[in-house]
C-alpha cells in the first residue's frame, strides 16, 4: 500500500501578517507573477496541488504550478467581525474576549468559526486523505496547519505552535498519520 504524503505549505507573507492584523482577502506581498512556478522543482515528480480559496493562497500555489484545486476545506479560519482588525487594538478595545478566544477553543467571540469548529473541518479533510496514497501539497494558512498538527497530534497545543509564511510541514498517512518537519534545503523536501 502506497502512503499518502502531505505537505502543508503556508502562504507567503501579507501585508496583514507584517501588521499584525486579523486577515481579509488581502494578496500577498512578493512579486508573485513573476515567480510563478519558480519552486515547482521543490518536490519530486507531480504532486496534486491544491489550496484555499483565498487569494493569498492561490497566489502562492502558483509558486509551485499551475494546475491548482480550490479546497474549501483549507480556507482560513472565519474571523468573524475581527477580520482586519489589529490585535493590539482588540486587547485594547477587547482584551477579555480575545483572552477568553485565546483561552477557550468552543469560544467564537468575533461571531465567526471557533478554533475546535476549524479542528472538526480540518479533521474531516484529513480523513478524507487517508485513501488518496501519493503526494499532495497543499497552500494553506496559518490556522488551518495548526489545526492539522492538533489533529494528528491529539494536543492542546494549538496557540503553542508558530507557522512562519512559506513555512511546510509534511505528514504521512500508513495506517497511522506522522508529522515530518521539513528543512528549508528544497533537496531535503523530497
Do not use: Y
Not at 82 to 111: E, F, M, T, V
Not at 166 to 181: K, M, P, T, V, Y
Amino acid at each position: 500500500m502506497q502512503a499518502t504524503r502531505l505537505t502543508l505549505m503556508c502562504h507567503a507573507r501579507t501585508v496583514a501578517q507584517k501588521l499584525a492584523c486579523f486577515p481579509t482577502n488581502e494578496p500577498i506581498e512578493m512579486d508573485w507573477q513573476s515567480a510563478r512556478g519558480s519552486r515547482r522543482a521543490q518536490f519530486k515528480g507531480t504532486p496534486r496541488l491544491v489550496c484555499g480559496p483565498e487569494l493569498r493562497t492561490r497566489q502562492t500555489a502558483e509558486l509551485f504550478g499551475s494546475d491548482v484545486e480550490i479546497v474549501e476545506a483549507l480556507r482560513d479560519c472565519d474571523f468573524g467581525s475581527w477580520k482586519g482588525a489589529r490585535i493590539d487594538d482588540l486587547q485594547k478595545s477587547s482584551a477579555q474576549a480575545l483572552q477568553n478566544w485565546l483561552d477557550d477553543p468552543n469560544s467564537a467571540p468575533h461571531g465567526g468559526e471557533s478554533v475546535a469548529q476549524l479542528g472538526e473541518r480540518v479533521a474531516a479533510w484529513l480523513k478524507t486523505l487517508e485513501a488518496t496514497p501519493g503526494h499532495i501539497v497543499a497552500v494553506t494558512h496559518p490556522f488551518v496547519m495548526r489545526a492539522a498538527l492538533t489533529q494528528v497530534l491529539q494536543g492542546a497545543a494549538f496557540n503553542l505552535i508558530d507557522v512562519e509564511p512559506l513555512s511546510a510541514i509534511e505528514l504521512r498517512f500508513n495506517g497511522r498519520w506522522r508529522l515530518r518537519l521539513l528543512g528549508t534545503d528544497p533537496e531535503g523536501a523530497h
